[in-house]
Protein backbone atom coordinates (compact mmCIF):
# COMPACT_ATOMS: atom_id res chain seq x y z
CA UNK A 1 0.00 0.00 0.00
CA UNK A 2 1.45 3.55 -0.88
CA UNK A 3 0.50 6.85 1.32
CA UNK A 4 -2.31 7.25 -0.42
CA UNK A 5 -4.07 3.85 -0.22
CA UNK A 6 -2.99 3.99 3.39
CA UNK A 7 -4.62 7.57 4.52
CA UNK A 8 -7.70 6.90 2.51
CA UNK A 9 -7.97 3.48 4.50
CA UNK A 10 -7.66 5.64 7.67
CA UNK A 11 -10.01 8.31 6.31
CA UNK A 12 -7.30 10.79 6.87
CA UNK A 13 -5.18 13.40 5.20
CA UNK A 14 -1.89 12.73 3.58
CA UNK A 15 -0.46 14.90 5.80
CA UNK A 16 -1.86 13.19 8.42
CA UNK A 17 -0.65 9.76 7.53
CA UNK A 18 2.93 11.14 7.39
CA UNK A 19 2.81 12.25 10.91
CA UNK A 20 1.60 8.14 11.77
CA UNK A 21 3.68 7.03 9.71
CA UNK A 22 6.19 8.41 12.20
CA UNK A 23 5.25 6.51 14.96
CA UNK A 24 7.13 3.78 16.89
CA UNK A 25 4.50 1.67 16.81
CA UNK A 26 3.58 2.09 13.03
CA UNK A 27 4.82 -0.50 10.47
CA UNK A 28 8.35 0.40 9.13
CA UNK A 29 7.80 0.31 5.13
CA UNK A 30 8.00 -2.91 2.93
CA UNK A 31 9.89 -1.29 0.05
CA UNK A 32 10.93 2.34 -1.11
CA UNK A 33 10.23 2.52 -4.77
CA UNK A 34 11.54 6.01 -6.73
CA UNK A 35 11.31 8.01 -4.00
CA UNK A 36 8.02 6.90 -2.36
CA UNK A 37 7.50 4.40 0.28
CA UNK A 38 5.10 0.86 0.67
CA UNK A 39 3.75 -1.03 3.18
CA UNK A 40 2.66 -4.80 3.26
CA UNK A 41 -1.03 -3.99 3.63
CA UNK A 42 -1.32 -7.17 6.08
CA UNK A 43 0.89 -5.69 8.43
CA UNK A 44 -1.11 -1.92 7.76
CA UNK A 45 -4.26 -3.74 8.50
CA UNK A 46 -2.95 -4.78 11.66
CA UNK A 47 -1.50 -1.53 12.94
CA UNK A 48 -4.96 -0.21 12.13
CA UNK A 49 -6.89 -3.29 13.97
CA UNK A 50 -4.84 -2.36 17.17
CA UNK A 51 -4.24 1.21 17.18
CA UNK A 52 -7.07 2.84 16.00
CA UNK A 53 -10.87 3.02 17.08
CA UNK A 54 -13.07 2.15 14.68
CA UNK A 55 -15.14 4.29 12.60
CA UNK A 56 -18.73 4.69 13.12
CA UNK A 57 -20.44 3.93 10.16
CA UNK A 58 -24.23 4.90 8.64
CA UNK A 59 -25.84 1.78 10.82
CA UNK A 60 -25.53 3.50 14.06
Do not use: C, N
Not at 25 to 42: D, H, S
Request: charged fraction near 30%; aromatic fraction near 12%; charge should be positive.
Amino acid sequence: MGPYEIAQRLGVSRQRFQQLARYPTFPKPYQELRGMKVWLAEEVEAWIKEHRQPRPTDED
